[in-house]
Nanobody, 119 residues
Framework: QVQLVESGGGLVQAGGSLRLSCAAS????????MGWFRQAPGKERESVAN????????YYADSVKGRATISRDNAKNTVYLQMSALKPEDTAIYYC????????????WGQGTQVTVSS
């Protein structure tokens, strides 16, 4: 089992930045692909970014491309999402998830952290 705990959310003004962290426990996540998702009120959950188990491959949704950077520190069993130039439409609950390499679906999810961007 992998437990994931997100932190770093909060209230930020448009144009600001923040860094979300996802601390994993239970197992080393060095062999897991990791992803960040978000869900805004009344909307479906969407993928924001993901990073391969090695860190060698990343993906970004078009909505955050150029404004977000996903990274991982396997020694700390932690994944990060750095976001800048935040917009009100970035307001959502952000979730971290883990997917064992070779597995199609994300098996482990955190409880989420709220990000609110004021205009």
């Amino acid at each position: 089992q992998v437990q994931l705990v997100e932190s770093g959310g909060g209230l930020v003004q448009a144009g600001g930045s923040l860094r979300l962290s996802c601390a994993a426990s239970g197992r080393p996540v060095s062999t897991y692909n990791m992803g960040w998702f978000r869900q805004a009120p009344g909307k479906e959950r969407e993928s924001v970014a993901n990073i391969s188990w090695s860190g060698g491959s990343t993906y970004y949704a078009d909505s955050v491309k150029g404004r977000a950077t996903i990274s991982r520190d396997n020694a700390k069993n932690t994944v990060y999402l750095q976001m800048s130039a935040l917009k009100p439409e970035d307001t959502a609950i952000y979730y971290c998830a883990a997917r064992y390499r070779g597995v199609a679906s994300y098996d482990y999810w955190g409880q989420g952290t709220q990000v609110t961007v004021s205009s």
